[in-house]
């Protein structure tokens, strides 16, 4: 799928045929080059669903999962959410530190580890949904495939994502390839919501209609009996589910693999291979950098603890046990309906207006949805509201940081190759504050309460919830902007960067071709 490249290659050729017209043919040759179709960007696109669909089902389901039908105790569940964010956290630039000195194979530099990751990544994910017939070894058994799925999966992430920068050097056609990445993922997290929502939905461990309370009441026994045979249904549920979304996760790494063409860059040699050390030092001290990592932190932490916990607000703050995997499908399909809104948006009035708005608007419904009364009405429509910013909270971030490395690139002309670093020290640092921060709030459930497969929590939990998803992510998205308000790459200075770059490539391009030329009449 990357294009951009070798342009210098072809424009040697016709200095020996019709030097007037080379300049005009050679532009003409790189500006094709640099265009991609709609299939290729498709293709890229289809390539970053698997990351979105498994992680937003980890996201909104395993905590109720492993409370409720692994039924762990909440201290233990918070021990594997936080160990397995915090290793998965640890993998991103450690992962990034090796693509960055991968070999260039026949496949690229970036696809053999797509390709090699992906069974493992299957395996493992859907063994972290199966409940193993035994008490003492769940907490480990959970913790294992969670930290091997959690690295396979960032062998998978981590190339496609610095795969942005290599398909093409024209950032109009980044930029639209990543819209439809965006609006690709997002539609990821709709699957990712609506799999194991609507299967595990319709087999609830809590008997909630009135026949069944009746037949509770009049026998002990069968009431176990009831309880028993519904959760175990409820593991088959949550197991036929991960099948599903493992098979998804397969076919959209084949056509990944299938519809995308990386390719070398032209006229750049790699930089001298950097130790870990030196590689994080290169990221860590370019200034815009920092700063968006910085701001992006403390917003998508926002996202995070509300996306962590929402599936509990809804079941015992809200009490719409029935409805709750319905109201999460509805933010992310409104969240996939806003994507084209957004791309229009930030093309028209800046990628930093963008994130002051975009991200901003859902404050608002967070202080409502904990303020009013429970009303399922009101529940749906906020969630509509929801899903606009959600969206703007997942499309801005990786479309900015392109921006960041175009920008290291003309500050650093001399030094290429490590694009991938900058994308896993970025995943880095937004996995390892969401361990914390599933572990600390899983935490605070076990103090305020929480009692492991009951139909029912103490009003203490109910409180904390509502603490979770409203107060505390206000807070952290307040933060997170009054950073970014010191991002300094503007539209402005992002057109002059594109520029730049694109000099720095012509140059090199006609250098090339002078060199070619004159090794040819030789």
């Known amino acids: 799928m990357a294009r951009g490249e070798g342009a210098e290659q072809y424009a040697a050729s016709l200095l020996t045929v019709k030097p007037i017209n080379t300049e005009t043919r050679t532009a003409k040759a790189k500006d094709q080059r640099n265009r991609l179709s709609v299939c290729n960007k498709l293709c890229y696109a289809i390539g970053g669903a698997p990351y979105q669909i498994t992680g937003t089902a980890l996201g909104f389901f395993l905590q109720i999962y ?6 762990l105790d909440p201290f233990h569940a918070s021990i594997i959410l936080f160990v397995g964010r915090a290793w998965d956290a640890v993998t991103d630039p450690s992962v990034g530190f090796l693509v960055s000195r991968s070999r260039w194979t026949r496949i690229g530099r970036m696809m053999p580890w797509i390709v090699f990751s992906t069974p493992f990544a299957v395996l493992t994910y859907f063994l972290i949904w199966y409940v193993p017939p035994f008490e003492q070894g769940k907490v480990v058994w959970y913790l294992i495939f969670y930290c091997l799925f959690q690295s396979m999966q960032t062998c998978f992430h981590v190339p496609y994502s610095a795969l942005t920068m290599f398909i093409s050097s024209n950032q109009k056609e980044r930029d ?4 439809y990445r965006m609006m690709v993922e997002v539609l990821g997290t709709v699957l990712g919501t609506a799999i194991p929502g609507q299967i595990v939905g319709g087999a609830s461990s809590c008997p909630t209609e009135p026949n069944v309370l009746a037949s509770i009441n009049s026998s002990m026994n069968s009431s176990i009996n009831s309880s028993n045979v519904s959760l175990e249904e409820t593991k088959q549920s949550y197991l036929l589910a991960s099948g599903v979304i493992s098979v998804i996760y397969v ?4 056509i990944l693999f299938l519809g995308v063409k990386e390719k070398k860059e032209s006229g750049r040699k790699r930089s ?8 994080m030092w290169l990221v860590m001290s370019h200034g815009p950098y920092v700063k968006l990592v910085i701001g992006f932190l403390f917003t998508s932490l926002a996202f995070m603890l509300l996306e962590g916990n929402f599936a509990l607000f809804i079941t015992y703050a809200l ?3 029935k409805d709750f995997h319905n109201i999460l499908l509805v933010i992310m399909l409104s969240a996939t309906l806003s994507i084209p809104g957004w791309q229009w948006f930030l ?3 800046g990628k930093k207006n963008a994130v002051y708005f975009g991200i901003s608007w859902a404050v608002p419904f967070m202080i409502l949805i904990v303020c009013i009364q429970s009303n399922l009405v009101i529940s749906y429509l906020v969630s509509v509201a929801a899903g606009v910013s959600v969206a703007a909270a997942f499309l801005l971030p990786w479309s900015m940081l392109p921006d960041v490395v175009d920008d290291f690139k003309v500050k650093n002309p001399d030094v290429h190759g490590h694009e991938a670093l900058f994308y896993s020290y970025y995943v880095f640092f937004i996995k390892f504050a969401s361990g914390i921060s599933l572990g600390i709030s899983t935490l605070s459930l076990k103090f305020a309460g929480y009692v492991t497969g009951s139909c029912s929590q103490p009003e203490a939990v109910s409180l904390t919830l509502k603490v979770l998803v409203s107060p505390v992510p206000v807070c952290l998205i307040a933060v997170g902007l009054l950073i970014l308000k010191t991002y300094p790459i503007d539209e402005e200075k992002r057109q002059g960067n594109q520029k ?10 006609d250098s090339e071709s002078e060199s070619s030329a004159l090794g040819s009449n030789a």
């Open 66 to 71: 492993l409370l409720d039908v692994a039924q």
């Open 176 to 179: 639209s390839a990543t819209a």
């Open 251 to 254: 076919i959209c790494a084949v």
């Open 272 to 279: 001298n291979l950097l130790t870990f050390r030196q590689g």
């Open 319 to 321: 009490g719409h046990r």
């Open 347 to 349: 093309t028209r009035f």
């Open 500 to 509: 730049l770059l694109q000099k720095i490539l012509d140059s090199k391009a």
